[in-house]
């Protein structure tokens, strides 16, 4: 079935979803392939750090499908019981920065989970480790600016 081009999603997963919540695509009741499966519905994933700093995560990471009304606490709780070697082989930190790749809504979320679901302290909650820019003093011309490096390049060359 298509609309416009586009593959519809299979209701009874959609069904599955938004009776039982966020889930792996195993959980499913029909076999997954990707994104496209749900039409488009969110997958939620998280990888190692670049040039494979912290991405040993000890074994493959499997995603976990949701529907957009699911919160980021939900999809996150279940994509960490899905997970649960996440918890052995990264830190809470680690974790909190990763989801946070997805938006601030989940950063906050991820250190809910992690310290009232897991007892896991998340560390200073700082503008550093929220992901929010910080005014710093450029060294040339010892302006204090917000993004250093557009600074650097575009205004002060």
């Given at each position: 079935?298509?609309?416009?081009?586009?593959?519809?999603?299979?209701?009874?997963?959609?069904?599955?979803?938004?009776?039982?919540?966020?889930?792996?695509?195993?959980?499913?009741?029909?076999?997954?392939?990707?994104?496209?499966?749900?039409?488009?519905?969110?997958?939620?994933?998280?990888?190692?750090?670049?040039?494979?700093?912290?991405?040993?995560?000890?074994?493959?990471?499997?995603?976990?499908y949701?529907?957009?009304?699911?919160?980021?606490?939900?999809?996150?709780?279940?994509?960490?019981?899905?997970?649960?070697?996440?918890?052995?082989?990264?830190?809470?930190?680690?974790?909190?920065?990763?989801?946070?790749?997805?938006?601030?809504?989940?950063?906050?979320?991820?250190?809910?989970?992690?310290?009232?679901?897991?007892?896991?302290?998340?560390?200073?909650?700082?503008?550093?480790?929220?992901?929010?820019?910080?005014?710093?003093?450029?060294?040339?011309?010892?302006?204090?600016?917000?993004d250093?490096?557009?600074?650097?390049r575009?205004?002060?060359?």
């Amino acid at each position: 079935m298509t609309s416009g081009g586009r593959e519809e999603p299979p209701y009874e997963v959609i069904d599955y979803l938004d009776a039982n919540g966020p889930a792996p695509g195993a959980d499913l009741p029909t076999e997954t392939s990707g994104r496209r499966l749900l039409g488009g519905e969110p997958l939620l994933t998280i990888r190692g750090a670049r040039n494979g700093a912290g991405a040993d995560f000890g074994k493959q990471v499997v995603p976990v499908y949701h529907l957009a009304e699911h919160t980021p606490t939900e999809v996150i709780d279940a994509f960490l019981d899905t997970n649960d070697h996440l918890l052995e082989h990264g830190t809470a930190k680690g974790l909190v920065r990763r989801f946070g790749g997805h938006g601030p809504d989940w950063r906050d979320a991820a250190r809910i989970v992690l310290e009232d679901e897991y007892g896991m302290s998340t560390g200073d909650t700082g503008p550093e480790s929220r992901g929010e820019p910080q005014t710093v003093k450029c060294p040339r011309c010892e302006e204090y600016v917000d993004d250093l490096g557009s600074h650097l390049r575009d205004v002060c060359e």
